[in-house]
């Protein structure tokens, strides 16, 4: 969700957040992702550096992502996971920019 954020994905934003939803997460922490880093009291240690992950990964014009931020996913999750979801932060990112050039929009 974070990464279509940054991306400016509403197409697959909209997926996520009806997904998300779905699950039933509260809507006030959806509203707060944006501002995570003002809210951090609202995110768990591993929620906080799964999206400091993405956004490093989604702004990797801004600094890539930086032995620090690798350093704690891998103490949190392991090797394995932390590869995993770097998987995953690319693969929405690559969806992102395909709805993006192709004018995907969300049905509402």
């Excluded at 997460?25 to 993405?54: G, P």
């Excluded at 690798?70 to 394995?80: P, R």
């Amino acid at each position: 969700m974070r990464a279509s954020q940054l991306n400016g994905c509403a197409f697959c934003l909209h997926m996520h957040v009806e997904l998300v939803l779905k699950y039933d997460e509260a809507a006030y922490r959806l509203n707060l992702i944006t501002v995570w880093k003002e809210a951090k009291h609202m995110f768990s240690e591993e929620e906080q550096v799964i999206l400091e992950l993405t956004e490093q990964m989604t702004l990797i014009h801004q600094q890539g992502l930086t032995e620090n931020v690798y350093s704690k996913a891998v103490a949190l999750f392991g090797e394995e996971t932390t590869g995993q979801m770097m998987m995953s932060i690319l693969a929405i990112n690559s969806w992102n920019r395909l709805g993006i050039v192709l004018h995907w929009n969300p049905q509402i």
